[in-house]
């Protein structure tokens, strides 16, 4: 792993805050997400007078929604909330992070260590001070609380380093009188190295090159990690240079252009393309890089892998059949298979890469569907454009956009928190604020954290946000049919929110031809954000979604 070099301090003595604020610098962190108060305000304080940005949000969920999308963009992101109201506010994102492996550093203030003598019931407090460290201590990696002068700067150094090496997030707590603490010397830094073990290295890439070259129809399936790890140009070149064909899960999709000859398509069992999902099942041999097999890429557990029949490669694991090799990492695994130039020995049958879509027709009149606006959607992206996608149909139907070149995919895909992408929007565009983010987020999630679009407005960042309409929570609809209430919620005025707000512009849909002059003229408004209000029938589904709920009706009413 390779850990930023120490900071140069000079002559200089950081206070405990003053080292954290460098050393998060040092790992390419520019922005702070959260909320101030009182137990973290000599913290805040420092970071108004730093380089950081501190991005105040609207709620503690939303901050952490917004770092973690920072994260995925740019390596690392960070907040900063304070104790307990505002750090137990946050367990959810958190949660998420450590399910997706995004690295984010939850900073926390928390009572100072004079006032805790005779244990005070003081405000915030639950229970006794280990409270909130001890919940996190569930959430995250590692975790530190910055209470000893004598080991704060190496505490610092090493949950940094875990979140970075882990790709989870990490927790740090600071008690409010130790943030000007100065431990009198300038820090002992320990560069933390994570090396692979060369001999278990090139047994594990020759064992695998002997399988791929002996394979009738070997594949390579990728995960999430290749593009948290950043590992995305040697996947291609192992690729390319053994001619092998790609596919990807629902939680890796995006981690490879899908304009590249050699991609499939997504691979999510029974639920995906049929034509993917018999080539990667009738593999003898699936290189799986970085993939988690979560319920969701399995399609519900629909897939069918024999895992004698594959090589499974993640940053905590390495196994190949039921071989299981230890302290090998996984970037070094796939440079070293890259190197190795596995080729097959015979000719691979061919591999359905060749998805010519249809051009879209514009039918003006027409209502608008989700499948339409999506393929409409679908046009519109460029090179550098990020997609974010809310729970629901706003995933399951973006499923079918194209990636291209350097567009990012980004959706809580296995955690799946509602709620996510209006904040993930503020993370996203400021971590890359020249791309064009768009997020597609249904009525129900936009209801739970849309007002973060408030900073958005206030940053006049020109994001497009399209909320789909269908009065309620489709996807349940389809769990559970039936005429149910508790299904259904209250319609708002999306497309008047810019009004209330002081900012942006609104769109009210529905039809075809409104959907499309909406989104080419959001497309060109640079002056800050647009929101696209799109009226679906509350019976209207994307095809994903319609195979998804056939699927997942049977595992979770069936029972």
């Known amino acids: ?66 770092a973690d999308a920072y994260a995925r963009v740019k390596g690392m992101g960070a907040l900063c909330v304070t104790y307990c109201v505002g750090g137990l506010s946050v367990c959810n994102s958190i949660a998420g992070a450590y399910a997706e492996k995004s690295p ?40 530190a609380e910055l209470n000893d002068p004598n080991t704060a700067f190496r505490e610092i150094d090493r949950v940094l380093a875990s979140c970075k090496r882990y790709s989870r997030p990490v927790y740090l707590e600071i008690p409010r009188d130790m943030v000007h603490v100065r431990p009198g010397q300038n820090p002992v830094y320990e560069h933390l190295e994570v090396v692979s073990d060369t001999r278990a290295l090139a047994e594990a890439v020759e064992e695998a090159a002997k399988r791929i070259e002996n394979a009738k129809q070997p594949v390579l399936l990728l995960g999430v990690e290749i593009h948290r790890f950043s590992l995305r140009d040697q996947v291609l070149k192992l690729a390319e240079e053994a001619g092998l064909p790609m596919a990807a899960t629902m939680l890796g999709k995006g981690v490879v252009a899908e304009t590249h000859p050699q991609y499939m398509g997504l691979y999510e069992g029974a639920l995906g393309e049929p034509e993917v999902t018999r080539y990667v099942e009738e593999s003898d041999c ?46 070094d695994f796939i440079a070293g298979l890259a190197e190795r130039k596995p080729r097959p020995k015979q000719q691979l049958p061919p591999a359905p890469t060749d998805w010519n879509k249809q051009p879209f027709v514009l039918q003006p009149e027409e209502k608008m569907t989700i499948s339409r606006m999506i393929d409409r959607l679908d046009e519109q992206l460029v090179d550098d454009t990020i997609v974010i996608a809310d729970i629901g149909d706003s995933l399951f139907s ?29 993370g996203a565009s ?28 206030a940053r006049k960042i020109p994001a497009i946000i399209i909320v789909l309409n269908n009065g309620g929570y489709g996807t ?19 497309h008047k929110l810019p009004e209330v707000l002081g900012g942006g ?48 009706q049977q595992t979770v009413v069936g029972g």
């Open 505 to 552: 512009t609104g769109y009210e849909v529905f039809t075809e031809g409104e959907f499309d002059t909406a989104l080419n003229t959001a497309w060109d408004d640079r002056s800050g954000p647009s929101i696209l209000h799109v009226h679906l029938s509350p019976t209207d589904s994307s095809r994903a979604l319609d195979r998804l709920g056939a699927k997942m």
């Open 476 to 494: 349940e609809r389809l769990l559970h049919p039936g005429e149910y209430k508790f299904n259904d919620i209250h319609t708002w005025n999306y």
């Open 1 to 66: 792993m390779t850990v930023p070099a120490h900071p140069h301090l000079g002559d200089s003595n950081p206070s405990i805050g003053e080292y954290l604020i460098r050393r998060l610098q040092d790992y390419g962190i520019a922005d702070v997400f959260g909320i101030p108060g009182d137990y973290v305000l000599s913290f805040y304080t420092l970071l108004e007078k730093s380089e950081l940005n501190a991005i105040g949000c609207t709620r503690e969920d939303c901050a952490g929604f917004a």
């Open 398 to 426: 973006s499923t079918e956009l194209t990636t291209r070149g350097h567009t990012e995919f980004i959706s809580p895909a296995y955690y799946t928190s509602m709620g996510f992408a209006v904040p993930a929007t503020l």
């Open 286 to 331: 699936v290189v799986m890089l970085g993939t988690f097999m979560t319920d969701i890429n399995l399609g519900i557990y629909t897939a069918e892998l024999d895992h004698s029949d594959c090589i499974y490669a993640t940053s905590e694991e390495l196994r190949i059949r039921h071989h299981h090799y230890h302290d090998v990492r996984l970037d």
């Open 104 to 143: 984010v550093v939850m900073i926390t203030g928390s009572p100072g260590l004079r006032e805790r003598i005779h244990n005070p019931l003081l405000h915030h407090m639950v229970r006794n001070f280990r409270t909130q460290y001890d919940v996190f201590e569930k959430l995250c990696i590692a975790g």
């Open 430 to 457: 400021t971590a890359s604020p020249e791309a064009r983010v768009v997020a597609i987020v249904g009525d129900g999630a936009f209801q739970m954290t849309g007002m973060e679009l408030s900073n958005l407005v």
